[in-house]
């Protein structure tokens, strides 16, 4: 799905899928980084498999909250992000919120018959639970998944691989 380059100034991204799919990786390359991620926390997989061309990304134990009605995500690594300048979902002012509604938004995508001209590919999921193990600090625990997302596994120069765009634009 097409979107405005620069909605996140981080990003320059051109699809929904490329975006999502970068957040991923920038939210992996916190957790691998020390310096950021003081306290080691390892909360996200992310896996290629080049032979079906597809990405898998897990994550686990991200804390929430509500405001204002809507959900926000404690950023868990805290690095530096530029908040998003477009409207929802392309508003958030931490990545793993910003990842997190980017989820939201291509998940709800998916069951459009408009959007998703293929209705077996569905690749994002996401759940949202109450926080029972916490300090009651923050009420709830959001998990991600990307199974099968699509990608271009290209081997010109070295392997790269960047996500297929899947969704139709509006």
């Known amino acids: 799905m097409n979107i405005t380059p620069g909605v996140y100034p981080d990003f320059s ?3 929904l899928e490329a975006l999502t799919l970068a957040m991923g990786r ?3 390359q916190r957790q691998k980084n020390l310096t950021i991620n003081v306290t080691g926390k390892d909360i996200m997989d992310l896996t290629l498999n080049e032979e ?3 990405v898998n990304l897990d994550i686990d134990e991200l804390e929430a909250y ?3 009605g809507a959900i926000k995500i404690v950023d868990p690594f805290f690095g530096s992000f530029q908040p998003g300048i477009g409207s929802y979902p392309f508003d958030q002012t931490n990545l793993a919120s910003a990842l997190l509604h980017l989820v939201v938004h291509q998940h709800i995508a998916e069951f459009s018959p408009a959007l998703n001209p293929e209705p077996a590919k569905k690749h994002c999921d ?4 109450p926080n029972v193990r916490g300090d009651g600090q923050y009420p709830l625990i959001c998990t991600i998944s990307l199974t099968d997302y699509p990608v271009i596994v290209d081997y010109t120069n070295g392997m790269t691989s960047a ?3 899947y969704l139709l634009t509006p």
């Open 13 to 15: 991204e051109t699809t």
């Open 26 to 28: 920038r939210l992996l």
């Open 52 to 54: 079906d061309s597809v």
């Open 66 to 68: 509500i405001e204002d």
């Open 126 to 129: 996401f759940s949202i639970r």
């Open 163 to 165: 996500a297929k765009p």
